[in-house]
């Protein structure tokens, strides 16, 4: 009986996810070049406003830029602005976008806020700049957890 409470115990606390628990679904943010400059564009329903875009380097994903300002507007066929982002060639990006509603953050609902992604390459074809979108490089199991450690294979012979 002891052992069947620990399990269960076990369970509760590890705060493991449930069958009514919350997992917010991210969705996708279409990506063109419209103008000669990247073009993210979302799909807001009702009053859903831009709350703030980030901007990675997929490369270096800590290399960020956030615009963030008050929530403003935008039309499903209007470009998010990111006029002030410095897009380099032959460089992944990351763009994450989040929408909010405040009337469903009024009435208290928890999902006021959606998010959107996009990722994607710039380059310079034939016809001028052109995006690919990307998907994000699978971890490598076979490196340390970080760079920092170091692993050592033990024979038997060592042990």
């Known amino acids: 009986m002891y052992k069947l409470l620990l399990i269960a115990c076990a369970f509760l606390i590890s705060g493991c996810p449930g069958p009514r ?5 991210i969705w996708p943010a ?11 564009t979302v799909q807001p329903e009702g009053d859903e406003k831009v709350r703030s875009v980030m901007i990675y380097e997929m490369t270096e994903m800590n290399n960020q830029r956030r615009f963030e ?24 990006y990351v763009i994450s976008v989040t929408l ?13 806020a959606r998010g959107f992604v996009t990722r994607f390459r710039l380059s310079e074809g034939a016809h001028g700049l052109q995006v690919e979108e ?9 490196l340390p957890a970080r760079s920092s450690d170091e692993f050592e294979l033990i024979s038997p012979e060592q042990q």
């Open 21 to 25: 628990d919350y997992f917010p679904r």
């Open 30 to 40: 279409q990506i063109s070049i419209k103008d000669g400059k990247p073009c993210v």
């Open 69 to 92: 300002s008050e929530p403003y507007a935008v039309r499903d066929d209007e470009c998010l602005d990111m006029n002030a982002y410095p897009f380099r060639l032959n460089t992944a």
């Open 100 to 112: 909010i509603s405040e009337k469903k953050r009024q009435r208290a609902y928890y999902k006021s």
């Open 134 to 142: 990307v998907e994000p490089e699978p971890p490598n199991w076979g």
